[in-house]
């Protein structure tokens, strides 16, 4: 199936979020969408799922002129889209998500869930995604979840099949399979419009890359195109892809946690008896694979977990038992991982995110009342500083694109001052070029004395940024080493090697290896 979007043009407003796209997918192939934060891609991709109307321009299949009024209309259409929220429901099993909204009635007019488990091994069986029909699905990790999504999309006949940045949310392991899956619905003719920030990945996996900057089509490239090369094409300037920030300069110690234990809802240990310290003026990342107790570590420091036992000081003060509130109130600086659960309020203005914590407090309140002008003085700058796409600072934050969003979130927390910084994937959904500033940011809150926590599942995230890192696995810390550990140790360790084991074993695969290696410039998989 040959999909074409001809002069696509769709504005919310003043702001012209599609300008006169033009986008040729063929059948079987895989067309990467690159683009900044708020380039339209996402819209783009709402449009071609019949989610919003476009305002002017043709979708044509198979070059047939189509309308889709609704999702409805694109699914017959044969058009998939799997987003970065699942749309599943937790309580159901595989089978019945994948039945759902389509049900296929017996006889008699009752669901047939025999005819999905079915579909489901068939399609499993097909395309190796491993699925059993009759999981429940919030039993599932996240990649295998997202596995049920295409599997749901496939069961309708998608033969194109949307990918909103759907390895934002995998670990590295289940990107990589997630790409193979990509490459055998490819081989079987389906085609995939691929949407993500990660260059590496594009140029994976895709045929074809278009770049999209401030809603129109800027060019296209070839997959063997360097990263830079991507880079300055979506940003339309150079980006410089590494960090190489200064070495810190460690000051006195005034971050501790000991012995810190969190339960987990079902009473295991999410944090098993943790112990680290943080000086003033360093990058400590805290790596793992996603699961093993980061985010419950990260949440208990400010007090949106409640810990069982241990002690957490900032400067000397107790901050186990109080509230968010209170911890925040003290002088920490935090970046949740979910920016829409724990970081911002929706239906609010950018403004008054970007005061969430400080509204009541001068100078944004003035006795009970609200310093309007100065709420809004502080968002034109922040807006300006970290180069937030929006509107303006009475726009809703909900508008605002996934990225856009997370920089209101990281302009808000870098812009007080701190004596603890903590952030949880800081840069995800965020485009290289925003990457590169906020990173250079966190190191100007590092190089201001401030002591910084980075939690990251993003191994390059974390081997830029840290001054040390601290390998968490299952609950516990397996080590805590320098940020010029090779790699292969930092991957065993995560894997629950301990360190003078994994050293041990990285050396003997290398003495061992005939061959040289040549992938291990980079450390990834893919
Ligand atoms: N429902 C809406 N109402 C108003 N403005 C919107 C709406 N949806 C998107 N926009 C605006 O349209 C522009 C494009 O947003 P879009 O989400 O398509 O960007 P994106 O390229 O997907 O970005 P990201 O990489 O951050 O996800 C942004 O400026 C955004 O604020």
């Known amino acids: 199936m040959k999909l074409e979007l001809r002069g696509i043009t769709k504005s919310f407003g003043p702001l012209v979020a599609n300008d006169h796209i033009d986008l040729v997918v063929e059948e079987g192939q895989i067309h990467a969408l690159l683009g900044e934060n708020g380039a339209g891609k996402s819209t783009l991709m709402n449009v071609l799922f019949g989610l919003y109307q476009a305002d002017a321009g043709d979708i044509a299949i198979d070059d047939v002129v189509t309308t889709f009024r609704g999702p409805g209309d694109a699914l017959a259409a044969g058009i998939g889209m799997v987003h970065q929220h699942f749309m599943l429901v937790p309580v159901f099993t595989v089978a019945e998500n994948v039945m759902l909204g389509h049900e296929q009635t017996k006889r008699g007019g009752f669901l047939d869930l025999d005819a999905a488990r079915e579909r489901v091994r068939e399609l499993s069986a097909r395309f190796g995604f ?60 389906t085609s995939i419009v691929f949407i993500t920030h990660k260059l590496r990945e594009v140029k994976a996996v895709a045929d074809v890359i278009t770049v999209i900057r401030r809603g129109k089509v800027v060019g296209s490239a070839a997959p063997t195109a360097s990263e830079g090369e991507l880079a300055s094409l979506m940003v339309g300037r150079a980006v410089s892809l590494g960090l190489n920030k200064t070495p810190a300069v460690p000051g006195e110690v005034t971050f501790t946690v000991e012995n810190l234990t969190v339960l987990s809802p079902t009473g295991q240990a999410a944090v098993d008896d943790v112990s680290f310290s943080v000086a003033r003026g360093e990058i400590l990342a805290v790596a793992g694979v996603q699961g093993n107790g980061q985010t419950e570590l990260a949440e208990a420091i400010i007090g949106l977990q409640v810990s069982a036992a241990g002690s957490i000081r900032l400067d000397g003060r107790e901050l186990r038992g109080l509230s968010p509130d209170a911890a925040l109130g003290s002088g920490i600086g935090f970046v949740p991982e979910d920016r829409k659960v724990d970081g911002l309020v929706l239906d609010f203005s950018v403004a008054e995110n970007l005061v969430l914590d400080l509204y009541d407090k001068s100078p944004y309140a003035r006795g009970i009342a609200l310093n309007l002008p100065e709420i809004r003085r502080n968002a034109v700058q922040r807006i300006d500083e970290f180069d937030i796409r929006t509107q303006g600072p009475a726009e809703h934050v909900g508008k605002l694109s996934g990225g856009n969003q997370q920089k209101v979130v990281l302009a808000r927390e870098l812009s007080r001052p701190l004596k603890l910084f903590i952030a949880n994937q800081p840069t995800r959904g965020v485009d290289v070029g925003s990457i590169e500033f906020l990173h250079r940011r966190i190191v100007t809150e590092r190089d201001s004395g401030t002591p910084v926590i980075i939690v990251s599942t993003e191994l390059d995230e974390v081997v830029e940024l840290a001054d040390r890192i601290a390998v968490m696995y299952r609950g516990r810390i397996v080590g805590i080493v320098p940020s010029a550990t090779p790699r292969d140790v930092l991957g065993l360790m995560m894997a629950g090697v301990p360190l003078a084991d994994a050293i041990d074993q990285t050396n003997k695969s290398q003495s061992s290896d005939t061959t040289p290696t040549t992938d291990d410039e980079t450390g990834k998989t893919l």
């Not at 596995?147 to 390895?167: C, F, G, N, S, Y």
């Not at 670990?171 to 899956?181: A, F, H, K």
């Open 130 to 189: 491993g699925l059993d029909p009759d999981a429940v699905v919030e039993d599932l990790p996240v990649g295998v979840q997202q596995r049920v999504e295409i599997v749901k999309a496939l069961a309708r006949h998608a033969k194109i099949l949307i990918l909103d940045e759907p390895t934002a949310v995998l670990t590295p392991q289940e990107t990589d399979e997630l790409i193979d899956i990509m490459r055998q619905l490819k081989g079987a003719g």
